[in-house]
């Protein structure tokens, strides 16, 4: 009995390709050369599948032209407490919106409006902290309730909080800004993060998607530490 013929039958076996009649009894006979045969024809089958195509690269996410040269200082995320799709009005409040299938559409107000001192019609999306800041919104939310907490008829989907983290990790290579909990974060931590009065906003403290999410800080987390990831 030859051990290595053995080793190489068993191989083969565990590979699926049995010797039904003698199993790895260590002698090459005809049927482990015809199990070593169909092994290498399969191998050369494999030789010619072409691999699939690489994802397309974070940076095309968002165009190039909605991103203008500006000194940005922060990104704050938002939801619109609307529907899943994206209304005039929303669009005159933020810089990119973010529909429910992850569809990103482009806010009326640049980006460079934003740049501190803010300018003429820039986008009002968080009071006492718009000058430096991009505002990202989520279409989504419209009719929830914190608590008990209900996401309505429109809840935050998968599909968003994806494109949200991807457009994040754009928009911070883009700009220079840091990822950290006063330059990346939503709504409901401006108040505590930034110290500049709310109104009792909660977007986000929850997440539709991930009822095991809870608190501002929580979603703000993990928010960043996805963004970051995307780097």
């Known amino acids: 009995m030859n051990t290595t013929v053995q080793v190489l039958q068993r191989r083969l076996i565990a590979l699926g390709y049995p010797l039904p009649k ?12 015809e199990a070593v045969n169909a092994a290498l024809d399969e191998i ?4 010619g599948v072409k691999p699939p195509p690489p994802p397309a690269p974070p940076s095309s996410i968002v165009p190039a032209e909605w991103m203008p040269a500006a000194k940005m200082e922060r990104v704050i995320c938002h939801w619109t407490a609307g529907a899943n ?13 973010i529909e429910g299938d992850g569809k990103l559409i482009r806010g009326i107000p640049s980006i460079e409006l934003n740049q501190a001192p803010a300018k003429k019609d820039y986008a009002a999306h968080t009071l006492g902290a718009n000058s430096g800041s991009i505002g990202v919104s989520l279409c989504c939310m419209g009719g929830a309730n914190e608590a008990p ?7 935050m989907t998968r599909e968003q909080w994806e494109a949200l983290t991807s457009v994040v990790a754009v928009l911070c290579r883009r700009y220079s800004i840091p990822v950290t909990d006063k330059t990346v974060l939503s709504h409901a931590e401006v108040q505590n993060n930034l110290g500049i009065q709310q109104r009792g906003k909660w977007d986000f403290t929850r997440l539709a998607f991930d ?3 809870k608190g501002a800080k ?8 996805e963004a970051k990831s995307k780097l």
């Open 85 to 97: 799709k994206a209304s005039e009005f929303d669009r005159g409040h933020y810089h990119i919106l």
């Open 44 to 47: 050369e089958k494999l030789r």
């Open 211 to 213: 009822p095991s999410v």
């Open 218 to 225: 929580a979603c703000g987390d993990k928010l960043r530490a």
């Open 149 to 155: 907490f209900d996401p309505g008829k429109y809840p």
């Open 22 to 33: 003698h199993g790895a009894d260590g002698d090459p006979g005809g049927e482990t050369i």
